[in-house]
């Protein structure tokens, strides 16, 4: 395999840029375009329709639905991610909010399952359980996730509540981590090339092995492809027959992290209540700081979160359906197993 020396594409940026020139990825709804899209929940919901089989001819959006075409080219084919502000959810109940984002989900992609059961809808929020469980989820915590992708092409998240303290959101590029490897110790960058076995967390696919072995790195048709979970990788050593990690192999994943934590490399935002994040796995890595909750149950910081697979995509790799399942354009990514039926919970 000839790897390029340097990736020249727009999702090559770097977070001290991106400070410096938000109106590249903040977009604020306007007044009309806020209308519409209450207009098509509310009259989605009055037919009776199920928000977790929604489509895109159920969510009419004459003006709002060009924008969101733009953005899935900017999702897909330039910088990867985008930040919508000015939802108005306190004016909204949880229902509508929820119909709200299926219904933009629709006009990008195509909504995939969450968890083993089939929630296509997903709850980003404290749960009290222990990291330690080996099958928890980081996001069911408070603790600092480190910098990772979701087995999705794109993940959306819809603020509800914010931590009353962190919680920031980070993001990076994987292709500008890959530009600084090869840039200060290209003797590393084949070894991020190598299969490595990331845990499943106990949601595992029938006739599936509990983890799974996909390259951190993926160079295929042309394009950097990126999927990684530092913790999962960690945990997956759990199970003897996993792939064991070189010093070489160790020493490439710490500079990876180390790169990706650089202050001028990620871009950190705060979340607040109706701002929507969209952002491509494939091409970008996000985060999400540790957080302090407040004491109610009721106001404990508690995110939507949406995974879809994108039309028009670029090809993956035969490995990925070790995670994806398919890597059929359209028709890829989520967790399903045996029990998995596809649904929408309004509550976590």
């Not at 035969?318 to 998995?340: A, M």
Request: a negative charge; hydrophobic letters at 35%; charged letters at 25%.
């Amino acid at each position: 395999m000839i790897l390029p020396k340097y990736i020249n594409v727009p999702a090559a940026w770097k977070g001290v840029d991106m400070r410096q020139n938000p109106g590249r990825w903040i977009y604020s709804l306007a007044i009309d375009e806020i209308a519409e899209l209450k207009k098509a929940a509310d009259d989605f919901l009055f037919s009776g329709g199920d928000i977790g089989s929604l489509k895109i001819s159920d969510f009419p959006l004459p003006t709002f639905g060009l924008k969101l075409k733009n953005l899935q080219e900017t999702l897909t084919k330039r910088i990867g991610f985008q930040l919508i502000k000015g939802l108005p959810i306190d004016q909204y109940g949880i229902e509508t909010t929820a119909a709200i984002f299926c219904g933009i989900g629709s006009h990008l992609g195509f909504a995939r399952s969450q968890n083993a059961k089939g929630h296509i809808l997903g709850h980003v929020k404290d749960l009290g359980i222990k990291l330690d469980d080996p099958n928890t989820r980081i996001y069911q915590t408070t603790e600092r996730q480190s910098f990772h992708t979701d087995s999705c092409d794109v993940v959306g998240l819809l603020c509800l509540i914010e931590a009353k303290e962190g919680g920031l959101s980070l993001l990076a590029s994987t292709v500008t981590i890959y530009n600084e490897i090869q840039k200060h110790r290209p003797d590393l960058i084949n070894y991020l090339f190598d299969p490595v076995s990331t845990d499943r967390r106990g949601e595992v696919p029938e006739g599936q092995k509990p983890y799974f072995n996909i390259p951190i790195l993926n160079w295929y048709e042309d394009l950097l492809t990126g999927i990684y979970q530092r913790t999962y990788i960690q945990s997956a050593s759990r199970f003897p027959d996993s792939i064991q990690l070189s010093k070489e192999h160790l020493e490439a994943i710490d500079l990876f992290d180390e790169i990706a934590n650089e202050p001028d490399i990620h871009l950190s935002m705060q979340l607040k209540p109706g701002d929507m994040q969209f952002v491509y796995n494939h091409s970008l890595l996000h985060d999400r700081t540790g957080f302090t909750d407040w004491p109610e149950v009721e106001n404990r910081r508690h995110l939507l979160r949406l995974w879809l697979a994108m039309p028009g995509d670029r090809e993956l790799p035969e490995v990925f359906k070790q995670r994806y399942g398919s890597i059929e354009i359209s028709n890829r990514g989520g967790i399903i197993t045996h029990n998995t039926r596809l649904h929408v919970s309004l509550t976590p």
